[in-house]
């Protein structure tokens, strides 16, 4: 039977905001010295003096951040309530710190935490006023992963932005500032203090399936600069930045959610390809770096993955790379670290591996209790816990949590969604649209010549909550700028009878936007495109996410490439496409020859303008 004895808020009166801080004035008071969010180090004596008045059971829950169903903290829908019960054996986010005491708590949009700003924003402080109620109450780090492009878990009305690969091709360090100022004040005023954004992996493998558009690119030292720029940003923004995942996923073919990858590059080949990037965050201040879930046997050849290798994490990443801050694991469910170690092994590992936060474990009873278990038998020290416990609140510290854990409704209006900042998201996206075809200067379109526009292609699930579908949005988007322009969806694997209506339609059309996504030599998308081609009229193809897809498209007269589908990026290619604005992107990555793939057709670098 479940017991909610340990804490439960469901049925109580919430303490006043004033009630809470007078409880914890001791803890604020005697952390006042660590000055604001972006000051030095603050007074380690302080912080150590708070973890010795800890449980052990208190310092075992500092090294976790957890999931969480709901969008309150004390109040979620019954659905959640009955999921969280089902995963976690607590109701409510309240009861999970009561229970737990956990040090972090990680959002997702799947589950339910991040509707809107507001309720966001009033889900953070519950959360910080459920922990901060508690004896010897901390404040806790929420996080959550909002790289832009592809992965975000904070959607509209707060500004999205390209993704890392749209960030290398336009190739400006500026952006990639602008990029992490603007949106780490958004999460900031918002109440989330860490975000798992940038993504230092060097992505070399087109057959990537995991990382890909992801990453800011192949070449070394440009994800290094683009990196190193977010950082600064996202940092001078109050938030801490998280560089991950280390010790580099860019060179796989199999995703560490679903198995086990591995690294088979030579440690001379890790130094000057995977190492560059997490070097460049370390110097750059990086307050967090995440653990990839893959063996790299030059680095360590016991089999293990790097987020349970001391050799790696200890080894390399603490004393060869210099690194003090905090090491927090990638998800502890996703099967990459499972696959050798049951799950009450993996977070013991971890630990003894060098981690500091364990992340977002399947089963966290089993695995909280596995940590204190192996404290109280001796596999792991107390004092190992306390490094790790003061590596977090330092960070705490530096953020700003002791001194104001709370955010306001002003704050996120003021900040969040801002004209200002969507502005500079468009102009961020115009400078990453890479033009790779045009035959007989096609574009820009006219909308004299062209005024009559088919939108035709995939429409995968919109990313990041933006409105979508691209085709949709394309559409919308060149009437918007003067076109008369349709929409008409056609997937990822149109059937013969999807591709004759495309036909059909085009024949009455003055030109055609197709939306492509990840084609492949077999792809039926191939065969519409040529289709399209066949009738004469001009087609412009939009690969929407790889820009790999140009080099099965040879009978398209214009290819572009958005390296996302999200409609930041789309609206900037129809200004592109209708002539607006120029197309400044370069390829970040080589694209190879379709039928010789040991042949580069785009070489890193390249782009057309008009």
């Known amino acids: 039977m479940h017991d909610t004895g340990t804490g439960s808020t469901g049925n109580t009166a919430r303490p006043s905001r004033r009630t809470v801080l007078a409880a914890t004035a001791g803890v604020t008071a005697a952390l006042a010295a660590a000055g604001p969010a972006h000051a030095a180090a603050p007074d380690d004596s302080r912080l150590r003096a708070l973890v010795s008045r800890m449980t052990l ?40 710190v009561a229970k737990y005491r956990v040090g972090g708590i990680i959002y997702f949009a799947w589950a339910h935490n991040t509707r809107e700003p507001h309720q966001i924003a009033d889900l953070s402080n519950g959360i910080q006023q459920a922990s901060l109620e508690l004896p010897r109450g901390l404040p806790v780090l929420i996080s959550t992963d909002q790289e832009h492009g592809i992965v975000a878990r904070v959607g509209e009305p707060a500004t999205l932005f390209p993704g890392a690969m749209a960030v290398g091709a336009g190739g400006s360090r500026s952006d990639a500032r602008t990029l992490g100022r603007i949106a780490g004040a958004e999460l900031r005023a918002m109440g989330i203090r860490q975000d798992y954004s940038p993504v230092a992996d060097v992505n070399v493998n087109p057959a990537n399936p995991v990382i890909g558009v992801r990453s800011f690119g192949a070449d070394p030292r440009a994800v290094s600069a683009l990196v190193a720029a977010e950082v600064a940003g996202y940092q001078g923004s109050g938030v801490a930045a998280t560089a991950k995942h280390f010790p580099g996923h860019g060179d796989t073919n199999v995703d560490s959610h679903t198995g086990f990858p591995t690294i088979t590059h030579s440690r001379e080949l890790w130094e000057r390809l995977d190492a560059p990037p997490f070097r460049a965050a370390i110097a750059a201040g990086i307050d967090s770096i995440m653990t990839a879930h893959l063996m790299v046997p030059a680095l360590d050849d016991s089999g293990d993955p790097a987020t349970l290798s001391r050799p790696i994490l200890t080894g390399i990443l603490r004393e060869r790379l210099g690194y003090d801050g905090v090491v927090v694991t990638d998800s502890l469910g996703m099967e990459g670290v499972r696959t050798k170690y049951g799950d009450a092994r993996v977070p013991v590992l971890a630990l003894k591996a060098g981690v500091d936060q364990l992340l977002n474990p399947p089963d966290l009873d089993l695995a909280w209790n596995a940590v204190l278990t192996a404290v109280r038998e001796g596999e792991l020290t107390e004092a190992r816990l306390d490094e790790s416990i003061l590596r977090v ?50 574009l820009p379109l006219s909308r004299r010549r062209h005024r009559k526009v088919l939108v035709v292609g995939a429409d995968p699930a919109s990313p990041s909550g933006t409105t979508g579908p691209p085709t949709g949005v394309l559409a919308g988007a060149l009437t918007e700028l003067g076109f008369t322009a349709t929409a008409l969806p056609t997937g990822t694997a149109p059937s013969a009878a999807t591709v004759a209506r495309a036909v059909a339609a085009a024949r009455e059309a003055d030109a055609v936007v197709a939306a492509t996504y990840n084609v492949t030599a077999s792809s039926s998308q191939r065969t519409l495109v040529e289709q399209l081609v066949a009738t004469g009229r001009p087609v412009v193809a939009v690969a929407i996410r790889n820009p790999y897809d140009v080099a099965q498209l040879p009978s ?55």
């Not at 306001?408 to 900040?415: M, P």
């Open 556 to 610: 398209a007269p214009a290819c572009l490439a958005t390296y996302s589908w999200t409609d930041v990026e789309l609206r900037a290619a129809a200004r592109v496409i209708a002539g607006r604005v120029k197309p400044r992107g370069e390829l970040p990555v080589a694209v190879q020859r379709a039928d010789d793939p040991e042949q580069v057709l785009y070489p890193i670098g390249y782009g057309l303008s008009y």
């Open 393 to 442: 609140l330092r960070l705490k510290s530096k953020l700003g949590l002791f001194r104001a854990p709370y955010v306001s409704h002003g704050g996120v209006d003021r900040t969040v969604g801002t004209r200002a900042h969507r502005v500079a998201a468009d102009r961020i996206a115009e400078r990453t649209t890479t033009l790779l075809v045009n035959e007989g200067r096609l």
């Open 57 to 96: 059971e208190e310092k075992v829950g500092q090294l976790f951040v957890m999931r969480v169903y709901g969008h309150s903290a004390t109040a979620p829908d019954q659905a959640d309530i009955d999921a969280n019960l089902k995963e976690i054996g607590v109701r409510t986010a309240a009861e999970l």
